[in-house]
Nanobody
Framework: QVHLVESGGGLVQAGGSLRLSCATSGGDFTVYPMGWFRRAPGKEREFVAGISWSGGATYYADSVKGRFTISRDNAKNTLYLQMNILKPEDTAVYYC???????????????????WGQGTQVTVSS
């Protein structure tokens, strides 16, 4: 069984930083593109960042570009999201997700991802 488990969320003041982790198991995630999404209260789930299977290509939503960094450690089967200069509007539940097409490109559409974690809450106070 495929499992994705996020951790690292919490409460932080505006301008602060958090690092999210997504531990994976049950599959060969080293060949799959992965992404981070978030859902704020009353809003639709939105793409935050994506990374290719090798880590050589990364993509970001305009709202987080320059502040967030996605990375992966395939030796540890772990995905990361470093979040800096956090803003109150970053408050959301953050989810990691993976596609199941080996060597496929990164896609920003949530429906193209096959496996999801349970989410971790990030709250940014003003």
């Amino acid at each position: 069984q495929v499992h994705l488990v996020e951790s690292g969320g919490g409460l932080v003041q505006a301008g602060g930083s958090l690092r999210l982790s997504c531990a994976t198991s049950g599959g060969d995630f080293t060949v799959y593109p992965m992404g981070w999404f978030r859902r704020a209260p009353g809003k639709e789930r939105e793409f935050v960042a994506g990374i290719s299977w090798s880590g050589g290509a990364t993509y970001y939503a305009d709202s987080v570009k320059g502040r967030f960094t996605i990375s992966r450690d395939n030796a540890k089967n772990t995905l990361y999201l470093q979040m800096n200069i956090l803003k109150p509007e970053d408050t959301a539940v953050y989810y990691c997700a993976t596609r199941s097409d080996a060597y496929a490109p990164v896609i920003t559409t949530a429906g193209s991802y096959d496996y999801w974690g349970q989410g971790t809450q990030v709250t940014v106070s003003s």
